[in-house]
């Protein structure tokens, strides 16, 4: 599976991103979905999750309701739409999928918050 992220940028606080991972291969529909993000010397950290049946969500708590996951099985896709977006949430966002002990990542892509 290869995952290609779009959508980072630069945007002001308060502002909104969607972030898209697109995936190879018509077996998407059987990976669990995650979008993580890594700042420059920190480790990778969760930001959410979406199931493979049922698209059942995870957040991780700083999100707070402001970030919502969510799939698009017909055209292979995840989603992060990012609302009220804060300084903090500067990261470089990575797309992964997982099944079993198969576990792909994305290049990334960066979001900036700033004034």
């Known amino acids: 599976v290869q995952l290609v992220e779009s959508g980072g940028g630069l945007v002001q606080p308060g502002g909104s991103l969607r972030l898209s991972c697109a995936a190879s291969?018509?077996?998407?529909?059987?990976?669990?979905m995650r979008w993580y993000r890594q700042a420059p010397g920190k480790e990778r950290e969760l930001v959410a999750r979406?199931?493979?049946?049922?698209?059942?969500?995870k957040y991780a708590d700083y999100v707070n309701g402001r970030f919502a996951i969510y799939r698009d099985n017909a055209k292979y896709t995840v989603y992060l739409q990012m609302n009220s977006l804060k300084p903090e949430d500067k990261d470089v966002y990575y797309c992964?999928?997982?099944?079993?002990?198969?576990?792909?990542w994305g290049q990334g892509t960066q979001v900036t918050v700033s004034s």
């Open positions: 979406i199931s493979n049946v049922g698209g059942l969500t």
């Open positions: 992964n999928a997982q099944r079993g002990w198969s576990d792909y």
């Open positions: 291969g018509s077996t998407f529909c059987s990976y669990v």
